[in-house]
């Protein structure tokens, strides 16, 4: 280790930024003490536990900053199975969740641009081409990206990040390691868990390399568990959005869940989720609901569109809609009871074969009518995402059975997760109206 | 002179229409005019006319629908066209189905309950193909008169096809088909087979139920008339005002205010 490097990253993430994002953390508390965080007329105030999610996350950027100097970092994709990695203390950098940053921030329309402009289609998916475009660029509003000492990707999201991981290997030259997830159709068969464990098996020895030291079991163990904990409070927060009216809405779930995805198997993910389930029930005792009055419930099918989270929170939140339930979000949650931290090998094989995209379109399907009964749903509003197309491949039918045999007004809605070129405002705007008039009328 | 108690205006991309309804909801006077691009004046100036026909407009409230909706100030409430079209055609023909509106610019289908509910509806404003806008174009390529195309298409036995559904392309497919001499006709009634492909795929993605009426400016063109009934299998049925079933609506919206 170099100790001068090591003493910087000390000074600039533990000693200077962790105390101005305390301090941030401490003036927008004040601020929420005095009812004046978030400026929406519409919409109730957020979580004061979404002020710790932020700090959270500036740490957690912080750190990448300056992980280079401090240990070995690894690049991973969303549904990846982290839980080795993290035991072998890498930094993780998840590139979709700051393709997401970038998107909130407004940044992604100009990355994908530089992507584009060296050639990557617009047809990619639009996480990749804002990732690929900070990667050529350097540019990025989170200051800087780590570079990666190694990379892994799994299929259990798309076949996108198998190809983009390859660029990234290219690029950086780096060892990746695949993890190839066979499709769900109908059930999760032996031996496909058998063929996962043992990629893993392979996987954790290439790890260790890179790491230069062996996986400790207990840690291993350690952090499955609280992978488990995290998931399975995140499970519960979004199960509360079964009492009307609804605490926490899909909007701000898609903000809060970035711990979740990006820090995962870490003991304050857990912690934080822990304190927003205690707020969330106490919003509950008290009645406060997303909205002063919540007239209709609807499910969100698909990625956020990041760029426009809160025009259409306040855009709904005027009908006194309220999107309650949706499968991203539950993404994430659905995994909790998969996982077995004492057996964390033959239980992240099961758990990551398991992500909602890695099963049939029936699935999904299934999902939503359940949600129907446990949200109590109005009316749902289906995504279709440009650029992510296993997600949006069958809404077409989804959405026609859903209308003509569960008897629920079902809308689609043309936009992508990140490039606001694919968004057209008045049509979405128009269409969202119409629906609107549509349940009202109902 | 009849007396008036609500008014609709549908402000379009191509053309912008108002109706007055009486207090039974019967339409009693409608005007209709070109697009202006300052919505707000020419709405003014409808008013105008609605004035000077039937004395002072105070507490005669009025409901804009349309693109332009929100251009209207004088309006008491907006409305969208999905609504409006619905409101309008179950009021005019007394019954539910499928309803598909192909204007200027736009079209959309609308599944409509027993009860004048809607129960789904599909809107293609993206994309000119699918819009009436598709057939002017092309058809200006070819010279023909708007007026009568549809029957120019209807005279014809036999079809092209038109491969491109985008309307600047098909714009050049057009060129090279005369360049290579097939019968203008021929291409009309492909041009309008194109046209009316796309639009039975909107119908179906609401689903059909019998019968489908129609609406909207273009639907005064025969030949889609007759291959939309050929296409989805389907009998078509028309109000007397097809292009005015969204300001009939808003009016009928505004008739509610007024009650
Ligand atoms: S294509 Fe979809 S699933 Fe794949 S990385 Fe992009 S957003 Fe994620």
Redesign the interface.
Known sequence: MNIGKELNYQWQVNVLGRSALRLNRILMARKAGKGQLGKSRLLTPPLNTSIWTKELIGQHYLRGRYANSHGKVAWVTSGAPIEFLKALDFYLLYPENHGALCGAARAAEGLSIEAEKAGYSRDICSYARTDIGAMLSGKTPVGRLPKPDLLLACTNICQTVLHWYRVLAHHFQVPLILIDTPFIYTEMTDHAVAFVKAQLEEAIIVAEKVAGKPLDPRRFKEVTRLSMLASELWLELLRRNRHRPAPISVFDQFTQMAPIVEMRGEASTVDLYAAMLKEVDQRIEQGIGVVPEERLRLLWDNLPVWYRLRYLAEFLGAHGAVIVASTYTNAWAELGPQMDPEHPMESMARTYMYPILNRGTGEKLATMRQMIQDYHLDGAILHSDRSCKPYSVGQ?DQRDRL??QDDL?ALLL?ADHNDPRSY?EE?VA??L??FM??LE?? | MAKIEALGVDVGSTTVKMVAVNDHGEMVWHMLEEADPRAADQVSRFLAEAARRFGSLNGVPLVATG?GRKLVQQAARQ?????CHAMGIYAELGHGGTLVDIGGQDSKAIRISDSG?????A?N??CAAGTGRFLENTAGRLRVPLQEMGQDALSSADEVPISSTCTVFAESEVISLIAQGIPVPAILKGLHRSLVKRVAAMIS?V?LTAPLMLSGGVVKNPAIRAMLAEETGSAVTLPDHPQLMGAYGAALYALRIAE
Not at chain 2, 79 to 83: D, K, N
Not at chain 2, 117 to 121: L, Q
């Open positions: 077409m209308m003509r007004p043309e057209s049509q128009n269409r109206t119409a008039e549509m009328a109902a | 693109y409305v969208t066209e999905i609504s509910k809607v129960i789904d509806f809107m404003d993206k993605s689903g």
